[in-house]
């Protein structure tokens, strides 16, 4: 009886180890990603927080210090890929608004890279995709790093849209009019189609 006891207890060890070093490769070959993994956003999802929010954001600067939070400090023990991408997540579900710059009106594409880079790293981006698309360095798709901007042509030839790589294929960005801040992934038929490139900012060189 005893015997068995220990076979069973010996065995039950021998699982519980392989069990432990399969969970901590899978953790160890995760590629780093913004807080709660994000995955891209789907209409359905995107419809029921539209009809729970209003079509304009209008916040004081106290509303707005606890829509964005007070952790986003330039800290030096954080990456500034990592503040970006922070950061921006904290905007998901902002209103779309044509030319909009500020938080408290929503933003259009070229609007929200910029606040983004603006509040986070106190870095300046030209005001439209095409300037924005204009500087930088190139970046091959197979290179793209979480902050990097990514851009599309939406309307005929030239560069007219931009959003912000995150990771795993994932980019975020303010769609078009009636849409919000949302997570969509860069292989979806519409996004691949239009890919004009990617480039990364001077502040990430």
Same mark, same amino acid.
């Given at each position: 009886? *005893?015997? =068995?006891?220990?076979?069973?207890?010996?065995?039950?060890?021998?699982?519980?180890?392989?069990?432990?070093?399969?969970?901590?490769?899978?953790?160890?070959?995760?590629?780093?990603?913004?807080?709660?993994?994000?995955?891209?956003?789907?209409?359905?999802?995107?419809?029921?927080?539209?009809?729970?929010?209003? *079509?304009?954001?209008?916040? +004081?600067?106290? @509303?707005?210090?606890?829509?964005?939070?007070?952790?986003?400090?330039?800290? @030096?023990?954080?990456?500034?890929?990592?503040?970006?991408? +922070?950061?921006?997540?904290?905007?998901?579900?902002?209103?779309?608004?044509?030319?909009?710059?500020?938080?408290? @009106? $929503?933003? !259009?594409?070229?609007?929200?890279?910029?606040?983004?880079?603006?509040?986070?790293?106190?870095?300046?981006?030209?005001?439209?995709?095409? $300037?924005?698309?204009?500087?930088?360095?190139?970046?091959?798709?197979? !290179?793209?790093?979480? $902050? +990097?901007?990514?851009?599309?042509? @939406?309307?005929?030839?030239?560069?007219?849209?931009? $959003? =912000?790589?995150? !990771?795993?294929?994932?980019?975020?960005?303010?769609?078009?009019?009636?849409?919000?801040?949302?997570?969509?992934?860069?292989?979806?038929?519409?996004?691949?189609?239009?890919?004009?490139?990617?480039?990364?900012?001077?502040?990430?060189?």
């Amino acid at each position: 009886m *005893a015997s =068995m006891r220990t076979a069973a207890a010996f065995r039950f060890s021998v699982f519980a180890a392989l069990a432990f070093a399969c969970a901590s490769q899978s953790a160890l070959s995760s590629p780093i990603l913004p807080p709660d993994r994000p995955v891209a956003d789907r209409p359905e999802s995107s419809q029921a927080n539209a009809s729970a929010s209003s *079509a304009r954001v209008d916040v +004081d600067d106290d @509303t707005s210090a606890a829509l964005l939070g007070d952790d986003i400090v330039l800290h @030096t023990s954080v990456s500034p890929r990592r503040l970006l991408a +922070d950061f921006a997540l904290k905007l998901r579900n902002i209103a779309y608004v044509r030319g909009g710059r500020e938080l408290s @009106t $929503g933003f !259009d594409c070229s609007g929200f890279v910029r606040y983004v880079y603006q509040q986070a790293l106190g870095s300046e981006l030209p005001g439209n995709s095409t $300037g924005q698309f204009a500087e930088g360095d190139r970046v091959d798709k197979s !290179d793209l790093r979480m $902050g +990097d901007l990514v851009f599309f042509r @939406t309307h005929g030839k030239r560069v007219s849209h931009v $959003g =912000m790589y995150l !990771d795993n294929g994932l980019f975020i960005h303010a769609p078009s009019r009636g849409k919000r801040v949302r997570i969509d992934h860069l292989d979806e038929s519409y996004w691949a189609k239009r890919f004009a490139g990617a480039k990364r900012p001077d502040a990430l060189s």
